[in-house]
């Protein structure tokens, strides 16, 4: 059983930069296409972006393309998400899922103030 736990959320100003990590637990992580999604107040949760299992295909929402980039280190069950030119529209919730199998992380919040 595969568990996921992100860290790097916080508090950054309009433009600034933060690095998200999702952790996972278990030895099939390598296997798994790993997702971010985000959901902000009132808002349905929505796919950010995507990274295939060996970390060679990439795909993005259009709102974060060219601003945001996912990357993973399978040899320490770590999926990332690096996100520049942070606006406060990116203020949200953001978990990470392993589609594969279901599993969402806790999540972790990420507030970009103006």
């Known amino acids: 059983q595969v568990q996921l736990v992100e860290s790097g959320g916080g508090l950054v100003q309009d433009g600034g930069s933060l690095r998200l990590s999702c952790a996972a637990s278990?030895?099939?992580?390598?296997?798994?296409?790993m997702d971010w999604f985000r959901q902000a107040p009132g808002k349905e949760r929505e796919f950010v972006a995507t990274i295939s299992s060996s970390g060679g295909t990439t795909r993005y929402a259009d709102s974060v393309k060219g601003r945001f980039t996912i990357s993973r280190d399978n040899a320490k069950n770590t999926v990332y998400l690096q996100m520049n030119s942070l606006k406060p529209e990116d203020t949200a919730v953001y978990y990470c899922y392993a589609r594969d199998i279901g599993t969402w992380g806790q999540g972790t919040q990420v507030t970009v103030s103006s």
């Open positions: 278990g030895r099939t992580f390598s296997r798994y296409r």
